[in-house]
């Protein structure tokens, strides 16, 4: 057999770790704490090993590096880092972990707040955007925000001394990720309806278009399950509880959808099933979607959802490990 020719880079390769941390995460919650616990690991060496080919491929080529920055096809899948970033540092959180986890929550932070401000005026100022490069990767923007509002919303039981401060900046980082991915989704329904679409188009991050529902229910019902009477959650409980119930079930529809169109793309498009890094966003949502389903289910009156969660666990490790032997199988033929 041919081995395959080396990967171009690809922007969104931190989802390999957003992927890994989440069904790690996952796991935990059904106390599968050995399997967890090695899935942790192998997150933490691919967000190192990761950061290490980002730097290397910005001293050497700043300027390949700044063009898919500036590329609205490709430069929202930069902000895997900081999905990437605060997925782990929820997990050492739940590990009790809390001075690393507040490290990479403030790194992805950072980060957030440069890229997300640079790439959106780069957009405006620069050429007309073609819809053809509205993609689901797009969606990426929106996990990066709500991954924010689930990490200080976990902190929040972490530190109860400042649940109102930590619950006000987490409940706006919500928000404004609902918002967001209300404008982003329309442009991606377009994209696919009012289009001509090829299997080709049909990549792995339009699987984000579930997965941003996804952590978006993570963090609100992560805030819906805080024990602290903070003024704000009184008052916003009702709101948060049904727009939870109407994301997730949004979310939900989705995963048929997405099934089917996968298995319509390799089924007419003849594609051969061969490792690519973005099939890691494909893993992510099957994970998060677990996560946020479990969690979701603490809220009084979603009870019933807790078994769509554990199912959902086991499907997410099956994905997992499918992508990670055609990784593996990818690396031996290239060897």
Not at 121 to 132: D, F, Q, R
Not at 210 to 220: D, Q, R
Not at 261 to 273: A, D, H, P, Q, T
Not at 292 to 297: D, G, H, I, L, V
Request: no cysteine; glycine share 6%; charged share 10%.
């Amino acid at each position: 057999m041919k081995p395959a020719g080396p990967i171009p880079f690809y922007t969104g390769s931190f989802a390999a770790v957003m992927a890994t941390g989440i069904v790690s995460t996952a796991l935990l919650l059904y106390h599968q704490t050995l399997i967890s616990d090695i899935l942790m690991g192998v997150g933490v060496l691919f967000y190192l090993l990761l950061w290490y080919r980002y730097m290397a491929r910005l001293i050497r080529t700043p300027q390949a590096m700044w063009d898919d920055l500036t590329n609205a096809a490709t430069t929202f899948g930069f902000m895997t880092i900081v999905a990437g970033s605060n997925v782990l540092a929820v997990r050492f959180l739940l590990a009790h972990w809390l001075g690393l986890a507040v490290v990479l929550g403030t790194i992805a932070l950072v980060i957030w707040a440069l890229m997300f401000y640079t790439v959106m005026t780069a957009l405006i100022v620069g050429p007309a955007i073609e819809l053809s490069a509205v993609n689901g990767g797009w969606l990426i923007a929106i996990v990066a925000q709500q991954s924010i509002a689930t990490f200080l919303a976990v902190v929040i039981t972490a530190s109860p001394s400042h649940a109102d401060s930590l619950f006000l900046i987490s409940t706006t980082f919500w928000a404004m990720g609902v918002i967001l991915y209300l404008v982003f989704i329309v442009l991606i329904i377009d994209r696919l309806l009012f289009r001509d679409v090829e299997w080709a188009d049909l990549q792995p991050p339009y699987w984000i278009n579930m997965g941003a529902t996804a952590i978006t229910v993570l963090a609100s019902s992560r805030l819906l399950v805080i024990h602290l009477r903070t003024p704000a959650l009184l008052t916003l409980r009702p709101f948060l509880e049904g727009f939870t119930l109407m994301l997730w079930a949004w979310g939900t529809w989705w995963i048929p959808l997405l099934v089917i169109l996968g298995l319509w793309k390799y089924w007419r498009g003849k594609e051969s099933v061969r490792y690519h890094p973005s099939q890691w966003s494909i893993v992510f949502p099957l994970g998060m979607y677990s996560t946020a389903t479990t969690t979701m289910a603490r809220i009084p009156g979603f009870e019933p959802l807790h078994r769509i969660g554990a199912g959902f666990v086991w499907i997410a490790l099956a994905a997992w490990l499918l992508v990670a032997a055609l990784g593996v199988r990818a690396a031996v033929l290239k060897a």
